[in-house]
């Protein structure tokens, strides 16, 4: 039988989806793209933006056309009835009881054995000891890198999110449990671990922040193995974090949801820093890395945003020279404080400044693209195409590797340095001297 686990959203949801999928195959289903035809779907929906929720049923209504769709994730959580009524086959599965898919595999099994169809097998299973850091992949089907989830939650309350609203207070892995699954993937090959959350640096485990678990962390794992950050909130980097960024292993690629880059704004929408602090984490993330990879988050059109405020955050990003930016026009959330704000920003102006930061991060990129020529770096081989590997570099860039190694193979971490950029592809040649020793 074919499972197809489709998913939208942050890495997060993938993470969790790769354990899904991986809890399928163990139980010798064949885990398929969403161009093939399964017999069992599974949607981890995300609720961040309508057009993400406007995908989730697009693609929720194809499938359960066909074959039983389990809904999941948080547009699931916050709006079961909604998704339920996109077809009979649609089953919805509540964030407390998403990691119950992890066991579904096991029970179809035996539920087909005794005579039920797949939807039955479905309704009639339930998991009572299941948990949100039940994910633990050790293979991974979508993706080259492994992913870890050791965070979930969020107690801070932006005024335009719902995310924490569908997974409700933060909650951490403990240490142990973080080092046990990390060692487990480092002995399955993976070289590349990328640790997730909701909201990463709110991990807590015993007073103990993301720092100190990197302390625990990083002196169990080999030489081999590389750690990347999905991302990180700028409230909580601190010094015990960015001293363990210094570490080799750490990937120079740092990912920061800014949402905009005026006081008056972050303030309005209950962001817990000011541009002068992040200015200056900023510019330790850059002191703990030679010339890291900054991504960010921009949503345009917030409540209140006037064409000055957008000014700065243009600004702001222009002096910054982030390597590339996430942009987001303001989507209205349901059950969220902004969701019926009274100085809403036009949709044509909204869009058109979002138009104007995507552009700048057009420009962004190559120039980091640019600045890179002849740099010494580590690239994770990601797949093969045309003759060609093509891979992701420490500090996250799409390459496509020149003299890739014989016994090249998915997932394996190489050395070399960067060549050309290649515009119309938007990647970088990358000239391989061999498997990182
Ligand atoms: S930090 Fe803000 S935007 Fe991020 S999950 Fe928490 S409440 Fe939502």
């Not at 909204?350 to 693209?369: C, F, G, K």
């Not at 997932?411 to 070399?416: A, V």
Request: with cysteine; glycine share 8%.
């Amino acid at each position: 039988m074919n499972v197809c686990v489709y998913t939208l959203g942050c890495r997060l949801n993938q993470c969790e989806s790769e354990a899904i999928a991986d809890s399928f195959a163990k139980q010798g289903f064949t885990v398929v793209g969403e161009q093939e035809k399964a017999d069992i779907y599974v949607v981890n929906t995300c609720t961040v933006t309508s057009k993400a929720e406007q995908k989730a049923r697009r693609m929720i209504r194809k499938f359960a056309a066909t074959a039983v769709t389990l809904a999941t994730g948080c547009y699931a959580q916050v709006n079961e009835e909604e998704l339920k009524e996109l077809g009979e086959n649609v089953i919805v599965v509540p964030l407390e009881k998403k990691a119950h898919l992890l066991k579904l595999a096991e029970h179809l099994k035996a539920s087909v054995v005794a005579g039920m169809d797949l939807k039955q097998g479905c309704l009639s299973f339930s998991d009572g000891r299941a948990s949100v850091f039940d994910y633990d992949a050790a293979s991974f089907s979508y993706h080259s890198r492994a992913y870890l989830k050791i965070q979930d939650g969020c107690d801070n309350s932006c005024a335009y999110c719902r995310v924490h609203i569908a997974r409700g207070m933060a909650i951490s892995l403990d240490h142990e449990e973080v080092v046990s699954r990390a060692l487990a993937l480092e002995q399955a090959g993976f070289q590349e671990i990328m640790l997730t959350g909701v909201n990463l640096t709110m991990y807590d485990h015993q007073g103990q922040g993301l720092g100190g678990l990197l302390e625990h962390l990083l002196p169990r794992l080999s030489d081999k193995v590389r750690l990347r950050l999905s991302s990180l909130e700028p409230d909580h980097i601190d010094d015990r974090l960015l001293e363990m960024l210094k570490d080799r292993r750490m990937q120079p690629h740092f990912h920061i949801p800014v949402q905009s880059g005026s006081d008056h704004i972050l303030q309005k929408v209950g962001r817990k820093y000011t541009i002068a602090e992040l200015s200056r984490i900023l510019d330790r993330l850059r002191m703990a890395k030679d010339d890291p990879f900054l991504a960010a988050d921009f949503i345009t059109g917030l409540p209140g945003e006037t064409e000055e405020n957008f000014e700065e955050t243009h600004r702001f990003i222009t002096e910054q020279q982030f390597s590339s930016l996430h942009v987001f026009p303001f989507s209205p959330r349901p059950d969220t404080p902004l969701f019926k704000a009274s100085d809403r920003v036009p949709e044509s102006v909204r869009d058109e400044r979002a138009l104007r930061l995507r552009s700048l991060s057009t420009d962004l990129l190559h120039t980091y693209q640019k600045r890179q020529v002849g740099k010494e770096a580590e690239v994770i081989m990601q797949k093969r195409k045309g003759g060609y590997w093509y891979g992701l570099s420490g500090n996250y860039l799409d390459v496509k590797i020149l003299s890739a190694p014989p016994f090249a193979r998915e997932g394996m971490l190489i050395s070399g340095s960067f060549g050309h950029v290649l515009g119309q592809e938007g990647k970088m040649e990358f000239l391989c001297n061999g498997p990182t020793a």
